[in-house]
């Protein structure tokens, strides 16, 4: 089995042994990923990694000041129309850009990436002001710190005021400071790691019995969402080694049940829906491949091999009913299109790490998809250097969102080298 990469910049472990095919060699070789990297950098660097969220209709300074602001109804629509419209209504509407911490991390984790591949030190120096910029956005709760939305949010299960904590946000940034503390040797930057996981345990626990647990998306919201509770309880897996040895049991013991909660909710054929409410049931692309990744890591960081057989059937369904017989990857498990950058990125990251860990049962299958991904990174990049947000059966959105789409693809991509 092939190990990890040593000099890693993320804080990863080895799986116990599993059985594999020889790892097939990527398509995204260096020279194709720095190809594109660069042309990207200098876009996103120019706006100080700034630039309009997929999610930020609400932001709107217009609509802010109305009546209808109020309405939940109001709100839903508003971003709906904000997220489909191909045409950025975001002037006429003065909703301004912004930096969202979410992709804020994947920068600083994708800078890293790049430091380590070539040593300059221009990439040292934004990794810096990405990891200052981020600690100045903590947001200090009674049991630890989180990171939030730049953004109002309104979900159909519920509200989220700008700058109130989620899991997600917050799992992404303490990652980021995972890998600035193990590249940077910074000690300030564990402990802000740290902080997000007191911040797990003391206010995100949605429920708890002698078997299972469910970490929230956000603090006191009524929602099971897999993605989010399986982020937990990776990055807790994560995290594990720097918790007090006094912890380090308890804290496995919640790792293990959040995972079987899980778990439980896989079909009999592999697909897994995004939460357990009746209007979470759909099966996507990206998150059956955060869960996947997920999975991967609490088996890494816990060295058990509970979970291969899970790991292996989603992923099996994840790369035969998620991608087409060409490999373009499918929205959803009945659609293929949208075809979405986030999805695109999303789905080079998993790859990247299947192959790390040496869990390519389907070489053949892994070489269409990625040969696929590929045209589609040539197809999604403008010449600005910029990655469109989405590509219909008859046309495209080209709106350059910031987090949704530079940032994913800029980690995505940096991932490869």
Avoid at 245 to 250: I, K, N, R, S
Avoid at 396 to 416: D, E, T
Wanted: glycine residues 6%.
């Amino acid at each position: 089995m092939m190990n990890l990469l040593k000099n890693r910049p993320e804080v990863w472990a080895t799986l116990p042994g599993t059985a594999s095919t020889p790892t097939i060699p990527s398509c995204f070789t260096d020279e194709k990923a720095m190809r594109h990297l660069l042309p990207l950098l200098g876009y996103v660097r120019d706006r100080n990694y700034e630039g309009p969220d997929l999610f930020d209709g609400l932001n709107s300074l217009l609509f802010k000041s109305t009546p209808l602001y109020k309405s939940r109804l109001f709100r839903l629509a508003l971003i709906q129309f904000c997220k489909k419209s191909p045409v950025n209504f975001r002037r006429l509407f003065f909703t301004p850009g912004g930096f969202n911490p979410k992709g804020g991390a994947l920068f600083l984790m994708g800078h890293l990436n790049l430091l380590r591949h070539t040593g300059g030190e221009v990439y040292s120096n934004d990794a810096y002001l990405l990891y200052q910029r981020l600690k100045r956005l903590q947001i200090k709760r009674s049991q630890g710190i989180s990171w939030g939305y730049n953004f109002d949010w309104q979900a159909r299960a519920f509200f989220v005021a700008q700058g109130e904590p989620n899991l997600v946000t917050s799992v992404y940034v303490g990652r980021a400071m995972l890998a600035y503390h193990a590249q940077m040797h910074d000690p300030e930057a564990l402990q802000l790691a740290l902080g997000v996981a007191e911040f797990i345990l003391g206010e995100m626990v949605k429920f708890e019995n002698s078997k299972f647990i469910c970490f929230n998306y956000i603090p006191g919201k009524d929602a099971e969402v897999h993605n989010a509770n399986l982020l937990g309880a990776a990055y807790l897996a994560q995290t594990l080694e720097y918790q007090p040895p006094a912890l380090q049991d308890e804290i496995r013991q919640k790792i293990l049940k959040a995972v079987r909660f899980s778990l439980l909710d896989i079909n009999e054929d592999g697909s897994w829906p995004y939460g357990t409410m009746p209007f979470h049931r759909w099966v996507d692309n990206f998150h059956t491949a955060f869960n996947i990744e997920s999975l991967i890591a609490v088996t890494a960081h816990l060295q058990t091999d509970e979970f291969i057989p899970a790991i292996k059937q989603v992923t099996d369904y994840y790369l035969n009913h998620l991608f087409t017989k060409d490999g373009l990857p499918q929205y959803f498990n009945n659609k293929l299109y949208p075809i979405d950058v986030h999805v695109l990125a999303e789905a080079i990251v998993l790859l990247q790490l299947l192959r790390q860990q040496g869990l390519i049962w389907d070489s053949a299958r892994v070489e269409v998809i990625e040969k696929a991904l590929l045209n589609l990174t040539e197809q999604f990049q403008d010449r600005q250097g910029f990655f469109y947000y989405q590509k219909t059966a008859r046309s495209w959105n080209r709106i350059p969102y910031i987090r949704w789409g530079q940032a994913w693809m800029f980690y995505a991509l940096s991932s490869c080298l």
